[in-house]
């Protein structure tokens, strides 16, 4: 039987963090991860140079149910204090945009970071470990296919479904059910949207281009770039929109965005009252893609030439394009899973379970998804750290 003061099921970004910090105050804190090695999802993440943070996170960068839920553990541990810790490993970074910061070499630099912090505090991390049951008749028991595990304290931290060739299990909200929570339907988030039967016919030939767009979807907007791909839209306007968007709604996409367009179009009428429509369109977009939007409209016109009817279209095609997917790529490409285990029923001081004491979530398992651009690293170390202060 290995005991413990608190053991922590997942070995990502959440799990490690927390047993770091439980660790230093003095508790015995034993990780338990399926995989045969910890933070794979670490590894990959902002394409192999991880978004470890965004020095503007905010509550309103991330999505749930309960909106005001992430406020305690993100004030209580902020994009700063992380820095500290990259500092202190004296790992070089950089600002992409917006506050995102990303390793300027690798992101096996974070994971290394988080060994050598666990090896310092004292943490036993066990890999390759396959958990059969939990249960609690007073303190927690952990059955794995070859051993026992004892603790009065446990904190789920196994991620959610997204990823599954790195690991990904319903784990967490199986464990969730057993001990009476309620889990917010999960979906796909953070994820390419793909065409319509039609819109592929049309726009699958545009894989490959990308181009600066505003998206709009349920009153949430982001001004990014857009990319097409042979199965629908992606890029990271298009990701962040995903997470906004519900089976059946309508995407807005203003391929203008930086233009106002009034004065655009007077402007152009009569500077270039006899250029055309498609040459018009190929001083704001690569040529494959004004070819495809010039068909598209069927304006074969000068632009002097155009009418009421006719500027209303190429308005509304430019500025107001509604693209209707189909779906999601799903988990296989999702960097987020949205719902989770719901809010209410934890503390959002200690991330503690309501209803069981001694049971904890954290990171991606729980109802609260950031945006794309480092905040959902950040929620995970924000809420280990709250619940590694608590157990
Ligand atoms: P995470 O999924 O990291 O860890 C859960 C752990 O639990 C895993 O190690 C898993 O193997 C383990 N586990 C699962 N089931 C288990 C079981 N039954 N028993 C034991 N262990 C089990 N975010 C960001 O802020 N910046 C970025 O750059 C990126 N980039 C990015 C790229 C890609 C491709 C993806 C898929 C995701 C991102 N993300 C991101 C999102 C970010 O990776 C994610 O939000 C965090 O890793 C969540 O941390 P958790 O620790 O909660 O889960």
Redesign the pocket.
Known sequence: MNKADVII?????????CAITAAKRGKKAIV????ER?????L????G??????TGATPKNYLSQNPSFCISALSRFTPANFLELIHKHHIDYFEKKDGQL?CQTS?KLIVEMLENECHDAGVTVMTG???NTITKPDSFFIKTKNEYFKADKIVI????L??KK????P??YIVAKDFGHTLIPSRAG?VPLTWNQSDFKKYTALAGISTPVRGTVNKQSFEESLLFTHKGLSGPALLQISSYWNEGDTVEIDFLPQEKWDTLITQARTAHARQTVKNWLKSFFPERLAEVFNNELALSKNLADLNKADMEKLQNFLTRFPFKPMGTEGYT????TLGGVDTTELSSKTMESLKTSGLYF????VDV??W?????????WA??FAAGNAV
């Open positions: 099921v997942g070995g990502g970004a959440a799990g490690l963090f338990l991860e399926h995989n910890i933070g794979k999802k670490i990959i993440s902002g394409g140079r991880c978004n470890f943070t965004n990303f992101s470990i396959e958990i931290a196994c991620g959610g997204s990823l790195l690991g990904a299990t784990f967490g953070l490409t999702a960097e987020v954290i990171g991606e398992v998804t950031g794309l651009g480092g905040y959902n690293f950040q929620w995970a809420s280990g």
